[in-house]
């Protein structure tokens, strides 16, 4: 299994580094078999898999069921686990026994806290020095999407661009061993990147960034509706999947099945009990 060191080694050696979300074990064991370097569950769980209108409606519960199963799938891959909305924000007390939970239960090799505050910049320390390596998310942080006022590019202003390599430099002094940036401009990208030592993760972040992650779904076009711009698809199965479905029903109608090779012979037969 890799590990943030690799990374850190990948970065230097200018080797793209691949990160994809997987929230459950089939996604995360064909993530691991498609030789992505490392996985997140990410709380985008909520939306993409949940039903849900925001990341904001996520769980602590949530995150440790899926990530158990994205665990059994990829067992030999570098797992990242999202602490959810307010999970991490009531005091570092909580935070740090939230944290816990969700490092232990799950057998992941890192979490992730987005922003820089103050009392984020304080938890990234403390969970680091107590072994627990953190990536940092930065830029448009979808679990402030309410304060943000929707999910717009960040740091498009002087005074916006400023403020995220300020936060760039105070999550890496933290002790943060990954920077996950998202929906930033190129150029700022590119900049944070240049001067980090840590690896910067892109979604929306433009080739700049040392590496890129993207959700599952989006990238496979399932169950998803409308992507973002930076989204690229890889498959549509959405259509693959309804047009299976569709034809299994027209199928069982019409009788044409199961047909005779889906059916057990009558020797098969002789070992069929009616029990009572
Ligand atoms: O939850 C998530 O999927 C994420 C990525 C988009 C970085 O945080
Ligand atoms: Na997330």
Redesign the pocket.
């Known amino acids: 299994m890799k590990s943030h060191v690799d990374f850190l080694a990948m970065k230097e050696a200018g080797e793209k580094i691949t990160m994809l979300?997987a929230y459950d074990y089939p996604s995360a064991k064909l993530a691991e078999a498609a030789g992505v370097d490392l996985l997140?569950v990410?709380?985008?769980v909520g939306m993409v898999m949940l039903g849900y209108a925001s990341?904001v409606e996520v769980t602590i519960d949530d995150m440790v069921h899926h990530a158990k199963a994205a665990r059994r799938g990829a067992t030999d891959t570098f797992i990242v686990v999202?602490m959810p909305f307010m999970s991490y924000h009531i005091s570092l007390e909580t935070s740090l026994t939230h944290a816990l939970r969700l490092f232990q239960t799950t057998g992941a090799q890192a979490l992730?806290v987005e922003g820089a505050s103050t009392e984020v910049c304080q938890l990234i320390t403390r969970l680091t020095s107590a072994g627990i390596p953190v990536v940092a998310?930065l830029g448009l942080t979808?679990q402030a999407v309410n304060v943000l006022g929707g999910f717009k590019v960040q740091g498009k202003t002087e005074a916006g661009a400023k403020q995220l390599i300020e936060e760039a430099k105070k999550v890496e002094k933290s002790g943060a061993i990954l920077c996950?940036l998202?929906g930033i401009p190129e150029p700022l990208a590119r900049f944070v990147a240049d001067h980090l030592k840590i690896p910067t993760i892109g979604?929306g972040a433009s080739q700049a960034c040392d590496g890129q992650?993207l959700?599952y779904h989006d990238l496979l076009q399932y169950g998803s509706a409308r992507l973002p711009k930076f989204v690229k698809t890889y498959a549509d199965l959405n259509e693959t999947v309804l047009q299976a479905l569709k034809q299994y029903v027209k199928e069982v109608k019409t009788g044409q099945f199961p047909a005779l090779k889906h059916t057990y012979s009558s020797q098969e037969q002789q070992i069929l009990r009616w029990e009572d």
Do not use: A, Q
């Open positions: 979300t997140l990410g709380d985008s990341t999202d992730k998310h979808p996950v998202e979604i992650v959700v």
